[in-house]
């Protein structure tokens, strides 16, 4: 197991490993709003973003931005699955803000907690991969 894991860490390098991460987490998030059990439709939260909209419409759009940070951990240039994954970070945030205003009353902890995960996927956008990870140089000059 390990072998295969450094190679893959190898292969993407950190900023591929983490999102990977967010990869795994939003396909998560995308079956638990698309399929969402008992206990998380008696959720004052999920019922305010019920009545938004439809929860797998919500889970559709956690798929595919997992599916781009799934797709762009593999790929050199993977800026926009880092904004689309901070975006959507704080667009959740910014639900919750109105359910909060809305009066479910444990909303405001799920902004601090949305906000605080977008700030870091924006954080770790700026992290410059290492050298030997990054775009070859191209070659000047004429045939060889």
């Known amino acids: 197991m390990?072998?295969?894991f450094c190679r893959l860490r190898r292969r993407v390098g950190v900023r591929g490993e983490f999102l990977l991460v967010l990869a795994?987490?939003?396909?998560?998030?995308?079956y638990r709003l698309t399929w969402?059990?008992?206990?998380?439709?008696?959720s004052p939260a999920t019922q305010f973003l019920a009545g938004l909209m439809p929860l797998?419409?919500?889970?559709?759009i956690w798929g595919a931005?997992?599916?781009l940070c799934l797709v762009q951990a593999f790929?050199?240039?993977?800026?926009w699955a880092f904004m689309a994954a901070s975006m959507l970070k704080v667009g959740w945030a910014l639900v919750h803000v109105?359910?909060?205003?809305?009066?479910?009353?444990?909303?405001?902890w799920s902004v601090v907690i949305w906000l605080a995960f977008a700030r870091v996927v924006h954080i770790l956008a700026r992290v410059p991969e290492r050298p030997e990870l990054a775009d070859p140089p191209t070659p000047t000059g004429g045939a060889p």
């Open 2 to 4: 390990r072998p295969a």
């Open 56 to 60: 797998p419409v919500h889970g559709a």
């Open 98 to 108: 109105m359910a909060w205003i809305w009066g479910v009353p444990s909303a405001w």
């Open 75 to 79: 790929q050199p240039h993977d800026q």
């Open 36 to 42: 969402p059990s008992r206990e998380t439709l008696a």
């Open 24 to 30: 795994i987490f939003d396909v998560i998030q995308w």
């Open 65 to 67: 931005v997992g599916l």
